[in-house]
Every structure is written in C-alpha cells, then in structure tokens.
C-alpha cells in the first residue's frame, strides 16, 4: 500500500569499477605485480590464466589497469552490485566473464524483481549448477524453475503463489530431492492441496522447513506423510490457512517450531490437550486466531519444552483481562497485552535490559544458547509476518500497540539478518501508518513515533542496499511516512532526497515506482522542491516517463504528480522544461489511458504554462508538436479530475 499526494540500459556501473580501480592504485598487492612485471618476473599466477596474459599486456611500468585486479577483488566488486549489473559488468571482457561466473556469485539468486520464464532460466542454468538459495515471484517462474536444473538448490521461497497448483509444485519437489527449505506465502497458494504436500514429503526426506500460506486444507495423510518421511522436519508453517488437522500435527515429534497463525476452524480443545505432549515443541505461533485463555493456559503449563507462545491479536484471549503469563516461569507469552520487549528482554538474556533493541543486543552478543540460535530467527520471521496481517487489515484498539510496541517491532525486525524479515518490516510501515489510502490520509502519531525511534535513518540505510526487494520495499515507506510534514523534513534532513532521486534511476521498475512516490510526496513541500532539482531528481523522473511509458500506470502516475508539483515552482519549472519535461509530459496526455496519469499530465502542463511571464515555459508549451490538442482533449474527458 502505497499512498501519494495526489533510456532504458544497465545502470551505469562505470563509475562504481573506476572508483574501485583508483581505490586499489596504492594496494600493497597491486602495486607488488607491477613491481614484478617491471622487473621481467612473472605476474602471481591467478586461478584464471586469462587475467595473466591480459596482465603481461600492459605496457607502462607502474600504470595500474583494472584488468590487473587481484581476483578476489574482482569478485568482492561484483559481489556488491545487482544481478543486473553484475551481469553487464561480466560482459566487459574474457576475464571479468570467467570470474563473473564464479560459484560464489551464484549461490543464492533473488529473481523476484526480473520476468523470468523457460528461456531465461535456461541461459541461466549453466552458472546455477552450485545454486543453494532460490526466490521468485508468481507461477510463471515456479514452472521455469525446473529449466535452470539446480539440482543442489536447498531453499525455496516464493510469494505471489495464488496460480501455483499442485502438479507445479509435485515436479519442482520431484526434481529437488535436497531441498531443505520450502516457503510460499503471504499471499493464499489457493491451488495447492494436500496432494502437493504429499508428494513434497515422498520427494524430499531433507526437508527441515515448510512454510505454506493459505492451503484450503491440510488433511491427517499430508500431515502424516511429513511425519513419516522427513525426520528432519523440525518447522512448519500452516499460516492462514482454512482447515488443518490439529490431532496429526500431534504426531510429528520432530517439529520444534510449529505455526498456525491465522488458520481458522482449529479445535483449540484438542490442541491444548494434545501439542503439549510435543517432546521437542520450543516455539509456537497461535496469532490471529480465536485461542482460548484455557487452551493457552494448559499448553503453558504442561509442555516441558515450550518456551516462547506467540499470540498477538487474538481477540478472545485479549478479552480476558484476568488472565496472567507472569506465572509461568521460563515461558514467554507475546500478546498486546503484555510487555513485548521486557520479555524477550528476560527471556533470552536474564539480565535488566529492556530496551527496544533485543533482537540487535542479542545478534552482538556472544551467546552459546543453542535454543536460543534457533528461536531468534523464527521469532523474527513469525513477528515480521503477524505484524505485517495485522496492519493489512486493520483493527479497532490497536492504536496504543502500534504507537507503544508495534512501530518499534517493526524497526527492530528491519535490522534482522534475514533479508525477507527485513523486507516485510519495511512493509509493515509503510502500511500500518496508513489510515486511508484513497485520500492520502496517515496516523501522525503513527508516523511521528518511527520518527522518534531513528526508523528514517533505518530505512534510509535500507534504501542504500544494493538488494533491489529491500530498495523497493524501504522507498515506499519512506514515500508513504514523508506525508507527514516533520518526517518528510527528517528524510531530507537524513539525505533522502539524494537517495531517493538515485532510487528514481533504477533499472527495476518496482524500485523506481517507489521511489518517484517518495519525491512525489517530498515534492509537496516548497522547501524541498530546490533540494529534489539539486539532486538530479528532475532529470531522473523526467527518464522514467521515456523509460516506462509502455508499462502501466503507477510508476507514470507518480512521475508525472511530482513534476506537476515542481512545476509549480518557477526555478524547478525551468529545470522540467530544459530536462525535456513538456515533450514527455504531452507524451503522456496524448497516449496515456490511465486517469490518473492524465490528471497528473495535465496538471504539470498547466503548472509549466502558468510561469509564461517569468520564462519560456508557456511558449514551449504552445510549441510542443500537439500539446494544445492534448490539453484541449483532456478538458472533455468525462473524469472530474483530469479537466
């Protein structure tokens, strides 16, 4: 949820490998193989005799050439830069292609921002041979999967999972017998069944992790055959699903984090009498369901194992106001009413801390708790996720929590290890302070607390990450927090303008959506419109007009809403015209569809004209090859908000 007030090539890499190479023209090691070159010695031979015959090649003693990088150098640069990137960086020459396709590079591979298909997965497949670590979005990647034949692939996650069915996901299990690691979700996997996760236990006997969202049911075979073939199995995940056996969940002895958030029609009588005897159940997540305080008691109370019982927003439990966690002793219940930090705080640490950064104090401490290695990790995983529900769907009461706990949660889950942790608590703030997104309305109080609790910095330091999930996700919280003026001052204040504009240049069309939005909603302010030009923004929103003009409405929409904005300053208004604003600007009026990109359109033009008497503005307007028939066409449109 976003809210607004209402050419196209790599990004240039250039810059990034020249201030490397210049970084490294006093290395000890560098200087060392010119040293030795100059003196008729062998270069130090490099794993890929390819850099050492591009090396002797040089000609000037003492002159360092990026091709005489150390290899791990090389490797450490492109280790730093987007798939994309990395990939255009790779084609430069033989060398720098052998060690873009090290093994290291391609461990792990993020797919979710980029279409990917049959064909791209098979011109991938030849550097995926040792890929461990795979995500992708929506059901046409998870049939190309298969194609990039990642026979050591060991995680799996996937969202946008609606269209995935079970034959899909039977052939990407068959195919992936190590597999460790299975999570699809938030969104509903509406189409995958019992049958599916049955033929994941037959195909996958490793598998320590599944994570399903919204399966219609889960049976007692499904579960059982989990049981029965995968004795590693020790996370599940049935979130937000509709019927899940509670009495064969009770057989898998294995499992020691168990979650069933949000899944409806649980037979808490059952469950209370029978999880409990879980001899390895150390987590266990009951969010958003209707859990009794007498099932919550008895599951406390009698599981010897159990240490930590998450249940926030249950509302049956929550309506008890005589029931009490402080009695049970080494077990910690998290719920709106109890204090979230001061129990982490005494759980994992027993000390007197208090504070809101548990999660961070814990990750630099040298703690040997191997309970607690492992608690850690899916405390944050499961928060991230009920945090993220909850603020998606709002609820009367919960204002106090979110102001009080529920912000700085989601600040401390940004600083988790876990990128997916990370990515939904930016998420989770750029939702929960939204109160309506129609009128671009948010909870000041919601806002102003992130503020106070240094969420602009954390997020600015997000939107700096070269992982494109993070970029997008971190932009669009600050897009939708800088409604509110005293943040919107804090982002500039903190240098978001400058990162934001260079956000604005993205390659990736999610990236440069969010981060046109943020300039849009910064550009509501007069103060800030001179920053926004000063940082390149004009320019960058004016090129996603061109870059993306075939691509949808929301990205076009808030480029064209934040130059209308800079329009209608007389100094920005110049920047928009000599930028090639009003041809990209009548562009949009005359073959956009979309209402809200037209209304925007307009309005910019009316704001570059309206300056005529103080520059050129207005003639350039008037001689724009049909921006006067625009204008007059979009004056009988029948949307209000165009005319």
Known sequence: MSVQHKSDGPICVVGVYVAVIYSFEMSRRVRRKVARKSKGNDVVASSC????DEVLDLELPGTVDWRSLPDDTVIQLLSCLSYRDRASLSSTCRTWR????????????????HRFDANMASSLAPRCVHLQKLRFRGAESADAIIHLRARNLCELSGDYCRKITDATLSVIAARHELLESLQLGPDFCERISSDAIKAIAHCCP???????????????????ALAKHCPKLTDIGFIDCLN???????????VHFLSVAGT????????SHLWHKLPNLIGLDVSRTDISPSAV???LSLSQSLRVLCALNCPI??????FSASKYKNKLLISLFTNIFEGLASLFFDSTKKGKNVFLDWRSSKNNDKDLNEIIPWLEWMLSHTLLRSAESPQQGLDNFWVEQGGALLLSLMQSSQEDVQERAATGLATFVVIDDENASIDCGRAEAVMRDGGIRLLLGLAKSWREGLQSEAAKAIANLSVNANVAKAVAEEGGIEILAGLARSMNKLVAEEAAGGLWNLSVGEEHKGAIAEAGGIKALVDLIFKWSSSGDGVLERAAGALANLAADDKCSTEVALAGGVHALVMLARNCKFEGVQEQAARALANLAAHGDSNSNNAAVGQEAGALEALVQLTRSPHEGVR
């Open 49 to 52: 005799p390819e850099i050492r």
């Open 98 to 113: 052998t060690l873009g396709s090290s093994q290291c590079l391609w461990n792990t591979l993020d797919l979710r921002s």
């Open 206 to 224: 490793r598998l320590s992790k599944l994570r399903l969202s919204g399966i219609r049911d889960v049976n007692a075979d499904a579960i059982n």
């Open 244 to 254: 899940v056996d509670e009495l064969a969940l009770g057989n898998v002895m294995s």
């Open 264 to 271: 409806s029609s649980m037979k808490w009588g059952v469950v």
């Open 297 to 299: 008691a008895r599951l």
């Open 317 to 322: 439990l929550e309506e008890d106001t005589s």
